[in-house]
């Protein structure tokens, strides 16, 4: 209760030092010759300083595996150690085939990459500190595949057809 109280007069006093008899609003202060400083002042606290919360790297694992229903996997492994180097890879690779596997290492050298992959499109080389290994892809053969098979239609009306006066027809 105390602060609500506290709170009504810091408003209302708040009010009468811009000079305004509906609100406090910027464009009231401005009207008058602008604001006329701060109501109160907070006393600096010499010897403050924030505590690093984050603390030193600590050494760290985790991954994971997954396939889905259709056959496509996605995967993730990575591990940090005291010094605050992160290696691992990631990827992905589907029921046709194509993959994609990512490894890489991130250290006080930056952020280092080499892709493997069999993905359309790609080639082989360096870009932004990444390497690409791209392969063809490999499609699968299919199995010998038998003879095709002989399809005989019949001539329109050799099995019957319409005929004068069958179904309402008149001739």
């Known amino acids: 209760m105390q602060f609500l109280v506290a709170c009504v007069i810091a408003t209302a006093v708040a009010e009468q030092r811009v000079g305004s008899h509906h609100s406090f609003g910027a ?15 907070a006393a600096a606290t010499p010897g403050f300083a924030a ?8 050494p760290y694992s985790f991954g994971y595996d997954n396939t889905d229903e259709y056959g496509t996997q996605l995967f993730h492994n990575e591990q940090g150690d005291a010094n605050n180097v992160k290696t691992g890879s990631y990827g992905y690779r589907d029921a046709n ?3 994609r596997t990512v490894s ?10 080499t892709v493997d992959t069999n993905e359309p499109g790609t080639a082989p080389g360096a870009s932004a500190d990444a390497v690409f290994n791209a392969q063809p892809v490999a499609n699968p ?5 038998s003879a095709p098979v002989a399809v005989n239609f019949a001539r329109p009306g050799a099995a019957g057809g319409f005929r004068a006066g069958q179904f309402g027809a008149r001739g």
Do not use: I, K
Request: hydrophobic fraction near 45%.
């Open 27 to 41: 464009h009231h202060a401005l009207q008058r010759g602008g604001f006329r400083g701060p109501l109160a002042t």
């Open 97 to 99: 085939g194509l993959f």
């Open 141 to 145: 053969v299919a199995a010998a595949a």
């Open 51 to 58: 505590a690093d919360a984050s603390g030193p790297p600590q």
């Open 104 to 113: 890489y290492v991130a250290d006080e050298n930056g952020f280092r990459a």
